[in-house]
């Protein structure tokens, strides 16, 4: 989608949310009443897709909602009659366009319906990580009632941390799992029971490899060092367990941070005296707090097979916010920042003092590409584990 065509977008959708949330104002509707107000009536329900992308799935929403309204005890419209709503001429269609109290007694009364639902959904879909997608919706629901009060709620932001993409082997059911969900938020928001809410799918992935490096892959970026992320960060900060911070970086869209620390333990009465470990501190830049952390090593011995140091070399988010990977002089780790769930620990066969972390997609296909200068330079798959 061309930027423009964004930004119109954009317009368009904030300003008929506006419009929608001064009515409700207003007129002083409440939310927590609807399902008093819609019960044992008959409503009319009508969709109206914001993109092409979102049109084919227009019944896919219109079918949740008018479920959810029978499950509380609603009478909805049949799906033929409804239709005639959205002839052009109603303008219904226009999300920043208002429906007067006159033009609601004349549709009330041609199709014998005591409320009306406009919806207007908003839904994309891309490639993910690996060989699946990814879908975002976002959902705002109109009941327009008698005399043309209002209840209306929009959905939130989907895409972020706490509210994750859908994901979905197929370009649909991606979008079908985004679009539930979007919808049964902004009901739920209404006051309307959803018996059985949707929940976010997520894909897992891991590193495959090494794998031959694609062409065209060179080191672009080094790892950073922003110390103004460590006092978000809960590091040790004891007399004989310290921690200091190896490198930071942040995710697209800046919404999260993460902070890689290197932990020290002394105890000259131990043998031996220092024992290390590593971790990662997931930072929300909302709040500037840590949110989570992630470890590479524990604070222990060194296991048989570490050939080099515990520090964190290089740290990356992939793509966007919700894969976190390091790398350390022994292994590369992939983590889920949503589930905070470890996806991939992989070994380096010919351990670096130093490199860092690049992200390429070629094709269809992802890698995440460990870059050294003294060191062949090592590549690896992103794949989609099989569930």
């Known amino acids: 989608m061309q930027n423009s065509e964004f930004r119109k977008l954009r317009w368009t959708w904030m300003f008929g949310a506006y419009m929608a949330s001064a009515l409700l104002w207003v007129h002083g509707a409440e939310t927590d009443n609807i399902v008093k107000e819609l019960k044992g009536k008959k409503v009319a329900v009508t969709v109206f897709a914001q993109n092409d992308s979102t049109k084919p799935f227009e019944k896919t929403a219109q079918t949740r909602l008018e479920s959810i309204l029978v499950d509380n005890g609603v009478t909805v419209l049949d799906e033929k009659e409804a239709a005639k709503l959205k002839d052009p001429q109603t303008r219904l269609k226009d999300p920043g366009y208002i429906l007067t109290a006159?033009?609601?007694?004349?549709?009330?009364?041609?199709?014998?319906?005591?409320?009306?639902?406009?919806?207007?959904?908003?839904?994309?879909?891309?490639?993910?990580?690996?060989?699946?997608?990814?879908?975002?919706?976002?959902?705002?629901?109109?009941?327009?009632?008698?005399?043309?009060?209002?209840?209306?709620?929009?959905?939130?932001?989907?895409?972020?941390?706490?509210?994750?993409?859908?994901?979905?082997?197929?370009k649909d059911s991606a979008m079908i799992n985004a679009i539930q969900r979007s919808l049964d938020g902004v009901c739920t928001r209404l006051g309307l029971l959803v018996s059985d809410p949707m929940q976010a799918r997520a894909m897992g992935v891991k590193l495959t490899g090494p794998v031959p490096v694609p062409s065209g892959i060179h080191a672009q970026r080094k790892p950073e060092k922003d110390v103004l992320l460590g006092k978000f960060a809960k590091l040790e900060r004891a007399t004989w367990r310290t921690e200091d911070i190896n490198c930071t970086t942040r995710a697209p869209g800046n919404s999260l941070a993460a902070v890689a620390g290197y932990v020290v333990d002394t105890d000259f009465h131990r043998r031996p005296p220092r024992l290390y470990g590593s971790r990662v501190h997931l930072i929300d830049l909302t709040t500037n707090s840590e949110i989570n952390y992630f470890w590479c090593y524990e604070v222990e011995k060194k296991g048989k097979t570490e050939k080099a140091s515990r520090e964190i070399l290089d740290c990356m988010f992939i793509s966007n916010w919700r894969y976190l990977s390091a790398l350390t002089g022994n292994e590369v780790f992939l983590w889920d920042t949503e589930r905070g769930a470890l996806l991939s620990r992989t070994p380096l066969d010919h351990p670096p003092k130093a490199a860092s972390l690049e992200f390429a997609r070629v094709e269809n296909s992802s890698y995440l590409v460990v870059c050294s200068q003294r060191q062949p330079t090592i590549a690896y798959r992103i794949e989609r584990r099989n569930q």
């Open 102 to 170: 006159e033009e609601f007694v004349q549709i009330s009364r041609k199709y014998e319906i005591q409320a009306l639902a406009r919806v207007y959904v908003n839904a994309d879909v891309a490639l993910g990580l690996a060989d699946y997608y990814s879908a975002t919706a976002q959902t705002d629901v109109r009941f327009v009632k008698s005399d043309a009060k209002v209840s209306a709620d929009i959905s939130v932001p989907m895409g972020v941390p706490k509210n994750p993409p859908s994901d979905g082997l197929t």
